[in-house]
C-alpha cells in the first residue's frame, strides 16, 4: 500500500513537473505551423526520456550514486569537465528562459513588463530553496503543476481527428518550411530530453533514500510519469493546431500569442488557465534547475550536498543555487526575450545530449555499479540510438539555428 | 577512459563534416514572402485578441499590449521590405502598401481597446479584415511570374 502510494504520488509529481516553457512554447510553435505532423518529435522525445530517467532511478537505487557522481568517478574528474561544463551552461540558459516564463506570466497577469519581474522571481524561488526541503520543492509545486493538465482538457473538447493525430505520431517529411520544420523537431527533442530532468531525478532518488527495493517504483514513475507528462505536450500542440494554425496564425514568435490557444475554448478562464499553468510549471522548473545546478557542482568537486540539509551544513551547495538563481535572472532583467531565448535553449540542450547520455553506456553496464541490474539488450539499443540522436541532433541544431530558427 | 576520448573525438569529426553538409543543404525563402507570411500570421493574431476582447474573454490590459507588440511587428516588417533592395519595386510597394493599412487597423484596434470602444473596435475589426485581403492579393501577385 505505501509502495502504491509512492508510485502514485510520484506519477502524479512527474505529470506536474513535466510540461514547462521549453515544452510549451515548442509544441505551440510546431503545433501552429505544422499542425499534427511534428506529434512524433514529442512521442520520440519522450520514450528517449522514459528511458533516461529510469536508468537514472535504478543507477540511483542499486549504486547509490547519482549519474553525475558516477561520471566523475569512473571517467575521472578530466572527462567529467566537459560534460559539467556543457550541463551547467545549458542549465544556465534553461533557468533563464523558466525564469523568463514566470516573468511573462506575471506580466500577463498584472500588466507589469515582465523585466520587473525577473528578479522577484529569482528572490522568491531562492527563499523556497534556503527554507524548503526537497519533498516540498518536488512534490509541492508539482501538485501544483498539474494546472496544466488543462491542455489535455482543451485538445480533448477540440474533438480532433484521432486518427490524424495518429497519423502524426509516425515521421514524415515536410511539404513546406523544411528548415523550420527540422529545426522545430530538434527544438522539441531538445525540450522533452533535458538533461536536467534526468539528473534532477538521480540526485532526487538519493535525497529520497532509494535502494534496491524501489527499482519496481522506479520503473512505474518513469514509464507512467513521463508517458503522461508527454500527453501534456501533445495536448498543447494539438490546441495550437486546432486553435492558432486553424486561424492562420502560422508564426508563434511573440509570447502574447500564447493564452490565444485556450481563450477560445474556455473564455475569460482560459486567459486565467493559462497564465496560472505558465508560471507554475515554469517556476517548478526554477527550482528543479536551479537545485540540478547545484546538485551537479557540489557532486563534481564531492563537496557535501542535500536540499533537506540546512544551508550552513552544505555552503558550497547553498551558494550555487544562489548564485544561479540570481545569474539567469539577470539577462531578462535585461529585456531579453523570454520566447526568443527558450527556443534557442531548447535547441543547444539537444545539441549537448551527446556528452550526458554517452556515460549512460558505460555506467549502466558497470557491474561494479549496477551489479546484476546491468541493462538489458533493450535499453542497450534504447541508449545507443539516443546517442545516435544525440550526435545527429548536435551537428544539424546550429545550421537549423541559422536557416530555421525563429 | 581512452576509449571514451577517441569515441568523442571521432564523432566531433564526424560531426563537422556533417555540419557542412547541412549547411549547403539550407535555403532561405524569399524576403517579400518570409515578411508577408509573418505579417499574415500576425494580422491573424490581431483579429483574434480584438475578437476575444469584444466577447469579454480577454482582459483589455492583455489585449492592448498584444496588439502595441502586434503593431511593431507589422511596422518593423514594412520597414524592412522598404529597406531591401528588391530588382521588382512595383509589386514590393503593393505589398508594402497593404502592410502600412494593416499596421493602421492594428493600431486602430490598440486604441480602440483603451478607449474601452466596442464600435470603434468593431471598426478597426473590418479595417483589418479589408487589409488581410489587400495583403494576400498583393503577395499573391508578388509571387506570379512576370510576364
Known sequence: MKK?????????????????????????????????????????????????????????????????????????????????????????????????????????????????????????????????TFGLIEKGVSMLGLVTLCFVVAAVMLKPDWKQVAVGAAPSLPSHDTANYWFMAVSILGASISPYLFMFYSSGAIEDRWDKSYLGTNRAIAGLGMSFGGTISVGVLIVA?????????????????????????????????????????????????????????????????????????????????????????????????????????????????????????????????????????????AVIFIITLGFVLAVVTIPLQIFGGT | MKLFKNCVERLCRACLVMTAVALAACTSSDPVQQQSRTVASAAQTAALVTDAWMAGAAPARYTAATLQSLAETVTGADRQLRSDASPEPGRRSEVSAAMTRLSTAVKDA???????????????????????????????????PQS
Open chain 1, 241 to 381: 493546431a486546432l486553435v492558432l494554425g486553424a486561424h492562420g496564425i502560422s508564426q508563434v514568435d511573440d509570447y502574447n500569442q500564447l493564452p490565444l490557444m485556450l481563450i477560445p475554448i474556455f473564455g475569460f478562464w482560459g486567459f486565467v488557465l493559462f497564465v496560472a499553468s505558465l508560471g507554475i510549471a515554469c517556476f517548478g522548473a526554477v527550482l528543479e534547475i536551479a537545485l540540478q545546478q547545484a546538485y551537479l557542482i557540489a557532486q563534481g568537486f564531492g563537496w557535501t550536498w542535500g536540499e533537506d540539509s540546512k544551508p550552513r551544513d552544505n555552503p558550497g551547495f547553498a551558494s550555487v543555487y544562489s548564485v544561479s538563481i540570481f545569474l539567469a535572472a539577470i539577462p531578462i532583467a535585461l529585456g531579453l526575450d523570454p520566447l526568443r531565448l527558450t527556443v534557442f535553449s531548447m535547441a543547444i540542450t539537444a545539441a549537448s545530449l551527446p556528452l550526458t547520455v554517452v556515460p549512460f553506456l558505460f555506467l549502466l553496464n558497470d557491474k561494479h555499479y549496477v551489479g546484476e541490474h546491468r541493462n538489458g539488450i533493450i535499453s542497450n539499443i
Open chain 2, 110 to 144: 490598440e486604441a480602440a481597446v483603451k478607449a474601452g470602444s466596442r464600435p470603434q473596435a468593431d471598426k478597426a475589426r473590418q479595417d483589418l479584415n479589408g487589409a488581410m485581403a489587400d495583403l494576400t492579393v498583393a503577395a499573391a501577385r508578388y509571387d506570379q
Open chain 1, 4 to 132: 502504491l502510494l509512492e508510485i502514485s504520488l510520484g506519477v502524479v509529481t512527474s505529470v506536474g513537473g513535466f510540461l514547462e516553457i521549453g515544452s510549451m512554447a515548442t509544441a505551440a510553435q510546431a503545433g501552429a505551423l505544422f499542425g499534427f505532423q511534428l506529434i512524433w518529435s514529442v512521442v520520440l522525445g519522450t520514450v528517449c526520456i522514459i528511458f533516461l530517467v529510469e536508468m537514472a532511478g535504478r543507477f540511483a537505487a542499486v549504486s547509490r550514486h547519482t549519474i553525475a557522481d558516477g561520471i566523475r568517478e569512473r571517467f575521472g574528474f578530466n572527462a567529467f569537465l566537459w560534460p559539467l561544463l556543457t550541463t551547467v551552461l545549458v542549465n544556465f540558459m534553461v533557468l533563464s528562459a523558466e525564469i523568463g516564463g514566470v516573468a511573462i506570466a506575471g506580466e500577463l497577469a498584472t500588466g507589469i513588463s515582465f523585466q520587473w519581474w525577473a528578479l522577484p522571481v529569482a528572490f522568491v524561488a531562492w527563499l523556497l530553496l534556503w527554507k524548503g
